[in-house]
């Protein structure tokens, strides 16, 4: 995941292997609170839609890809951290 923040947007891009999606982008907004960043991020087509949380270099949150019916939590650990 490669994440770029401009004021509270958010772009992400993610890479996933075990999964029907292997390369995607992610759009949406952040807000800081006292856990690190709370983020709510979804593809353009509105397929992948994803909540959670990053702090100290990991990501962790919940995901529903809509098409497959897929729910699932994701726990990332970010690069160079």
Request: no cysteine; aromatic share 10%; net charge neutral.
């Given at each position: 995941m490669a994440m770029k923040?401009?004021?509270?947007?958010?772009?992400a891009e993610i890479a996933l292997s075990g999964s029907r999606?292997?390369?995607e982008v992610l759009y949406g907004k952040a807000a800081e609170n006292?856990?690190?960043?709370?983020?709510s991020l979804r593809t353009a087509s509105g397929d992948l839609v994803v909540n959670g949380?990053?702090?100290g270099g990991e990501f962790a949150g919940d995901y529903d890809y809509?098409?497959?019916?897929d729910h699932g939590?994701?726990?990332l650990i970010l690069?160079?951290?």
């Open positions: 923040i401009s004021e509270n947007e958010v772009r999606i292997t390369k006292s856990d690190g960043w709370e983020v949380t990053f702090k809509i098409p497959a019916a939590r994701w726990t690069a160079g951290h």
